[in-house]
């Protein structure tokens, strides 16, 4: 006789940032859950840097819901690690490095405005001292106060193994979007489901419930990089960055491969990168390790949060793109609460503002 499919009130497909935190949080509601991730290595989720900035250097501007993310999403994770016994939030602030004059004329000025005074400070050159902070600053800089660092891959490690002890379910699986049916309720693999929530990141382009969503797809580049004598008491940025991971070792990025996909790293792009951090890292830098990945992107800016338009049933959680860390300390819990009560979504990430 044929195992009986199990039956839950949501399943999540895709175990990354979005739908591990989804998950925990429908489960507070009280909910049956499973999540179903195929364990893919080059995620978004999983090659992921972890940055959290409350600021978007270009015009200099605070991050969407800044004021209402930060500083609640450290206590956020720090909730997570007590319940889980991990570690893995850590308030660090960022240095920004200024380029030019004008950068450092664009961030003074916003630093003096209202509502930017709590996230930044200005590092004025003539009261700095030789290699202050570990490297020169011919054109000043800012603390970003607010900032920190996210170890995802700690986190979900850790999440998953929280998953039995909770009671949800986690299946490693490809999901097989082609023989998804539904007769009152949904059916895939052995599994049946009340609601479905697709968290795939890239995944979506494949997904043909909601692949008409204008999702892109940006490739980048993310360093080991070994630099001795570099203090790590900030996150370093510039419009490249470096991350401390300690022991000397840095996360350093970014390149941008617009609608690339490919998960197979190039020893040029390493190369030009090494030499853009020259231009403003004194110390030597080796390289250690080289990895490549696509994450999703909006050209909005802004997630795709919603139900289907035909299947009341099946719901969205994507595009959360480089803020992902911070955002679903945000949106994981409303989104719940839209999932259980139905209570409203901010218009900006509704995917109904595509129908």
Not at 8 to 22: E, H
């Amino acid at each position: 006789m044929a195992e009986e499919a199990k039956t839950y009130d949501f399943l999540i497909v895709g175990a990354g940032i979005a739908g591990s935190t989804l998950a925990l949080e429908l489960h507070k509601k009280g909910k049956r859950i499973a999540i179903i991730d195929d364990n893919n290595a080059h995620s978004s989720s999983r090659t992921a840097a972890g940055m959290m900035n409350p600021m978007v250097p270009r015009n200099v501007q605070k991050a969407w819901k800044c004021d209402e993310i930060y500083p609640s999403v450290f206590e956020y994770y720090e909730n997570w690690e007590h319940l889980f016994g991990a570690k893995f939030i850590h308030r660090i602030p960022t240095l920004q490095v200024h380029k030019n004059p004008q950068h450092t004329k664009n961030w003074t000025k916003r630093s003096k405005e209202n509502g930017f005074q709590q996230h930044l400070t200005p590092i004025h050159i003539e009261e700095l001292s030789p290699n202050a902070h570990g490297l020169p600053l011919p054109f000043g800089g800012a603390e970003c106060l607010l900032s920190g660092k996210l170890d995802v891959k700690e986190f979900l490690e850790a999440a998953y193994t929280y998953f039995p002890q909770i009671g949800i379910e986690r299946i490693q699986a490809k999901f097989p979007h082609e023989s998804l049916h539904f007769d009152g309720i949904w059916h895939a693999l052995n599994i049946s489901a009340q609601q479905i929530v697709f968290a795939e990141g890239i995944g979506l382009k494949d997904n043909p419930y909601f692949n008409y969503l204008p999702l892109g797809a940006t490739g980048g580049d993310i360093l080991v990089l070994e630099i001795p004598d570099l203090p790590q008491d900030f996150i370093l940025k510039r419009k490249e960055w470096l991350v401390p991971i300690g022991g000397n070792l840095w996360l350093g990025g970014s390149t941008y491969h617009n609608e690339s996909l490919s998960t197979v790293p190039e020893a040029h792009h390493a190369a030009e990168l090494i030499e853009l951090f020259k231009e403003w890292i004194p110390q030597e830098i080796k390289l250690v390790s080289h990895r490549r990945a696509p994450r999703p992107t909006v050209a909005t800016w802004r997630p795709f949060l919603g139900k289907h338009p035909q299947h009341d049933t099946l719901y969205i959680y994507n595009g959360l793109g480089s803020k992902g860390s911070s955002l679903v300390s945000y949106l994981s819990p409303r989104y719940a609460d839209f999932l259980c009560s139905g209570s409203e979504l901010p218009e900006e990430v509704n995917i109904a503002r595509f129908v």
